[in-house]
Structures are given as C-alpha cells and as structure tokens.
C-alpha cells in the first residue's frame, strides 16, 4: 500500500500562486514500483479531471487549461510531487487530488485525501 497526503491548498486571489505538495509513503519496494503521479481536481457535480501528471523519469503532461500556468515536478529521493499554480483563475477552483499509478501488473492507483483550492475573483 501507498499513502498520499497533501498539502498547500488554499483561499487565494485571482492572479495569485500556490503550490501543492504530496508526499507519498509506504515500503521501499511499493513505493519503488511507482512510475506516475499526478494532479487531479474536482468541483461538485463534476468528473474528476486530470491537471497534470509525471513519470519517474520527468516526462510531462498537462491539461489544455493549465498549460503555460501549472508546473508539476518530483523529487524522486523524497517521494514527493509538486503543483506550482501561478495565474490562478477563479475556475481553477476545486479539491485537488494527489494521484499515483504503480503501472506494472497488477496496475494499482493510490490516491489523497484530497485539498481545496478556493481562487477568489
């Protein structure tokens, strides 16, 4: 098993930043066998959507709304994952997930608990 917890969420300003941060915990060799992780959000009454992921090896994808706004990293040696939001828009406004994907078999998907971003107009 992988825990994920979150953190960094928050009220904030049209225009402003804020990064989120998403460590992930659990044995050497659970932890070693995840290869993506990534960002997803969620407002009510909506699908769940991805904002950006990365693999182990820094390769990047992100969605057309965040492009140029959102950057996604990872420090390997720390088990962590970051969202830099800058230009924040009130329509980015939802509870952003940490998400993680052991992707050999059997493909397991791990997920946070989950933090608000509230962007003020």
């Known amino acids: 098993q992988v825990q994920l917890v979150e953190s960094g969420g928050g009220l904030v300003q049209a225009g402003e930043s804020l990064r989120l941060s998403c460590v992930a915990s659990?044995?050497?060799?659970?932890?070693?066998?995840?290869?993506?992780m990534g960002w997803y959000r969620q407002v009510p009454g909506k699908q769940r959507e991805l904002v950006a992921h990365?693999?182990?090896?820094?390769?990047?994808n992100y969605a057309d709304s965040v492009k140029g706004r959102f950057t996604i990293s990872r420090d390997n040696a720390k088990n962590t994952v970051y969202l830099q939001m800058n230009s924040l828009k009130p329509e980015d406004t939802a509870v952003y997930y940490c998400?993680?994907?052991?992707?050999?078999?059997?493909?397991?998907?791990?997920w946070g608990q989950g933090t608000q971003v509230t962007v003020s107009s």
């Open positions: 998400n993680a994907v052991q992707t050999v078999v059997p493909v397991r998907s791990y």
């Open positions: 990365i693999s182990s090896f820094g390769s990047t």
């Open positions: 659990g044995s050497i060799y659970t932890i070693g066998l995840i290869n993506l």
